[in-house]
Structures are given as C-alpha cells and as structure tokens.
C-alpha cells in the first residue's frame, strides 16, 4: 500500500478536524502534506504539532510569521506561507495525491479548482464552489483527469447507490430520481411568524449535526438542501425535477436513488462526517473511520415529510437559481453569504436571509458562466448589491 500525501484546505473546521482525526487513525496510508486555515493561528498551531505537515497557510503575513516562532521553538521544520496563492501552491503541490476542500464559501473556489486541475484526488466538502462555477468544475474535473468525491453526507451517499459509471444522464442507468434527505433543521415545524425573532445561538443548535457556523444556518434556513440542490445536478448529471427533497428528522438515511424498477437503495450511517471522509480518502477501499455502528433497534423508527417552502423560501430559490443557469447559482450564493454573516452579527433577522438573497437575484442580471472572471465578477457584484441592501435598511 503506498503513502497518500493529502492537503487539507480549511484544516481548523469542523470538515478539516474530522478529517484529521480519521487521517490521524491510519498513519501508515496518509500523510499530511499542507494544512491551512483562516485567522485560527493557536488551533492551526495545535493541528501542525500533532500532524507535522511539510506546509501551514494562513491569511495574513502577520498570522503567519507568528506562527514560524512558534513552530521554530518546537523545532519543527514546518514551512508557513500567507495568502490565497499559497491556498493554490499547496492544493496543486506535485507531491499531493488528495486535497480535502473544507474551506467554507467562495474562498474555497480558487484552491478548488487548482487541484481539480492539477488531477488530484478531491474530496469535495466545499458545495459553494460547485454552486457557483458548476458547468466549468464539472468539465474540469473531465479535462484534467481528477478524481472527484463529494463529501456532503447526502451526495457521498447518491454516489453510494449509483453504478459506479453514472455520467451521462441518470436514465441511461436506470435511475428515475434521487431523494435527497434534509433534517429539516432545528427550525422544523415553525411558522414563517414564528421564524423572525431567532437568535444565531437558536440557529447554529443543529438537532443532529455539529458543523461550522455559516452551515448550520444554511441549514436552518434550508439554503444548505438548496445549495445541496445544484451541487446534486452537476455531480450527477441530473435535472433539477429529477430531484425530490425529503424531510427526515433522525438523519439516518443520508440520501436514496431510485431505480425504474421500483427498487430504492439507501445508504444509512450515524451523522458523522467521518463516514463520507474515510469513504473519499480511500475509495475504491473501505477504512475504519472511528464511527459508532448503526443501532437500528435504538433508532426504532425513521420518519419522512415534504419541505415547508413557504415558511424557508430559500429552497425555492436556489432551485430557481439553477433553472435560470449561468451566473445565477454564483449570485444566490454569494447573496447568501453576505445574509448569514450578517444575520450571525446580529445585522439582519432569520426571515431577512431569503429576502436579501431574493431582492439580490432580481437586481443582478443573469449571464452566461463560460469564464472564471464573469463568475468571479457576478460574486463580487452580488456581494456588493447585497452590503447595499444591508446598509440601507
Ligand atoms: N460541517 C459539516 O458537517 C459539513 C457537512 C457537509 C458539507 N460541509 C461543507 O464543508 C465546508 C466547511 O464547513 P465547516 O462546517 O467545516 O466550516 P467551518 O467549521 O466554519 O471551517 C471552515 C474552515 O475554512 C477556513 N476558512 C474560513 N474562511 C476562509 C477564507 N476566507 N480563506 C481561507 N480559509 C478560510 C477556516 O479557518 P479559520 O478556522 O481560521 O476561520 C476553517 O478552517 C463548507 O463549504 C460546508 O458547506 C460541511
């Protein structure tokens, strides 16, 4: 067996820690190559002592050199660089053979896409990417050769109950619709009335999932089944329409296909991000991932129900989003963005988010997403239109 190299974009979050953990499991498959992170210099520190990869990246210069003391006191010969260009030398690095891509949002694009293009094994976790430049990411992937595995619980377990050559549209296999679980939040059941006066700490307190702050909004709010949504479509090769949303509150059943036939195949696990990471780091093989077995006599019941669009309208949106094509995916996004973060500082109320992200998309014109440039530029108008917004209200 040989050594895999693996950079891990986004190492400090929820994706990168579990990552490492299951990493951490199995010393003589994976080293760590690079680990980045944003501002989290003492926790990046932590990972670099435990994980002694060749490369560290943060933001700034500052964070950076901070932590070359700390890393020279420890002597460790640990290299650290700053900045979005480092995020890209070390995603495309010769010596990598996976990149995990765990930063959260539009920043994860650039990094992304560079290891998509340099071939490398990529374990998606990172859905905005995909969101924003879909058409462009998914024929990449083709022209370069890369290896791509979703990591979201719900597209790794579609990627589990298809033949392992889906490309070319879902009824050459068989397939006549995915069903794309959703928890339904920790929202699930309110009224549109009652959704107006909650506090981020309400809506971080996923009922099942720990994850990272913006997340877990997305996920109260439903944009994260939107956003999962699109990124179905390009993974899968599927039309919107041949995808159902289902509410399942216990999260046991991460996701279905069903087949022409009548058969449905599931894949069940514990919510535990380690599952889907182990799966993608060593596909076509199996690996202990460090997760509980499934207890179906303590789970004793599995319940299913459509999505309330009218109380989180964001579904809606990002469904119309990728039915209006090209920039428009990259607007909602990056609309969405601004919203939460100014919803977790207390700058705009829940229902706010889907208003801001809807009066964002009307304002923005729809164009074709041919190039990176249009889609970097539609996010940085969209962002704009959206602080414009928020500043006027
Ligand atoms: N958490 C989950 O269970 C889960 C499940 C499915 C998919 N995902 C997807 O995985 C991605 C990561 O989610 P998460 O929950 O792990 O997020 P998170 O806990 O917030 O972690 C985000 C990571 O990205 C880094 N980062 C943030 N902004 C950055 C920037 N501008 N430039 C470079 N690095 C930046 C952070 O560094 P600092 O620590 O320094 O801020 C941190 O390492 C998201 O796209 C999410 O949708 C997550």
Redesign the pocket.
Known sequence: MSLRRVTVL???????TSTLDVIGRHPERYRVHAL?????RE?LLALCLRHRPAVAVL?TEEDAAWLRRQLAEAQLATEVRAGCRA?VEVAEASEVDAVMS????A??LLPTLAAVKAGKRVLL????ALVMSGALFMDAVTRHGATLLP???EHNAIYQCLPSEHRGGLGRHGVTQLLLTASGGPFRGWSRDGLASVTPDQACDHPN?S?????SVDSATLMNKGLELIEACWLFDARADQIQVVVHPQSVIHSMAAYSDGSVIAQLGNPD?RTPIAYGLAWPERIDAGVEALDLFRIARLDFEPADERAFPCLRLAREAMAAGGTAPAVLNAANEVAVEAFLAGRLGFTGIGELVARVRDARPVEAADDLETILEADALARQAAYARLARQ
């Open positions: 986004g190492a400090t979050g929820s994706i990168g980045t992170a944003h501002r989290s926790a933001d995020l765990a930063i959260v949002g920043a994860g976790a990172n859905k905005e990591i979201d619980s999932w994850m990272g702050r913006k997340i991000m």
